[in-house]
């Protein structure tokens, strides 16, 4: 069973076109998280979930909005398309706060969006 | 705020031969720090953690970090290349958050390639 699932795999789309990435685990994790890839393999953090809230923001343009319907899913939306958007969107998971600042991630396999 | 210095962009070793690859992290508090590696158009996969435990870190696949506190490094070594461990490593420091989870910052990553 795969612990942190993400789909698609791929997605091509026009500049302007709205899309979303869905993430979903089964590792019964409280905290979810959604990281960007660069072209240059540079990763960062976007946003962080715990129990459906939002945690983190960082500085992500407002096209970007993060949903969570339940603790095992967080989902993104990006409107408005841009060519700097392309990247590899990564999906996380982790507990909470069991022990504080040292919780493992598990990433999930990575969405490649490129915006034509 | 926290940060983490890879050294070298690119490491190229022979199978067999002993591997390091070097991370500095700067932290004005005891760091929580992470080696993660990602296999071509993979996700990311911990290979090791410290958490202010042993200072050295035994991980998956032959690999272990050792935290040197003098020297602020957190270098990650294997005695012996296989063919397999050609990838990108990523160092990464963790921050835990208020709200439960934690926020990891990661290197730049180094890509590692491993010649017959």
């Known amino acids: 069973d795969t612990a942190v699932s993400q789909t698609p795999k791929y997605l091509v789309t026009q500049m302007g076109n709205d899309k979303s990435i869905k993430c979903e685990q089964n590792?019964?994790?409280?905290?979810m998280y959604w990281y960007k890839q660069d072209s240059k393999k540079f990763l960062k953090i976007m946003f962080s979930?715990?129990?459906?809230?939002?945690?983190i923001n960082e500085t992500v343009p407002n096209r970007f909005s993060p949903k969570s319907p339940d603790k095992a899913h967080l989902n993104l939306h990006i409107n408005s398309l841009e060519l700097g958007d392309s990247a590899v969107y990564f999906c996380a998971s982790s507990h909470a706060l069991i022990d504080r600042g040292k919780e493992t991630q598990y990433f999930g396999p990575g969405t490649r969006l490129l915006v034509l | 705020a926290q940060s983490v210095t890879q050294l070298d962009s690119h490491v190229s070793v022979s199978e067999g031969t002993p591997v390091l690859l070097r991370c500095n992290y700067s932290s004005s508090y005891s760091p929580s720090l992470f080696w993660y590696v990602q296999h071509p158009n993979k996700g990311l996969q911990l290979l090791l953690k410290?958490?202010?435990?042993?200072?050295l870190v035994k991980g998956i696949n032959g690999f272990e970090a050792e935290f040197k506190k003098s020297e602020t490094s957190f270098h990650l070594t294997k005695p012996s290349a296989h063919m397999s461990d050609a990838a990108e490593y990523f160092c990464?420091?963790?921050?835990?958050?208020?709200?439960?989870?934690?926020?990891?910052?990661f290197g730049t990553g180094t890509q590692l390639k491993v010649e017959l």
């Open positions: 590792l019964g994790h409280d905290t």
């Open positions: 990464v420091v963790s921050e835990g958050l208020t709200g439960g989870g934690n926020k990891l910052t």
């Open positions: 979930y715990n129990n459906k809230e939002l945690i």
């Open positions: 410290y958490t202010s435990a042993a200072t």
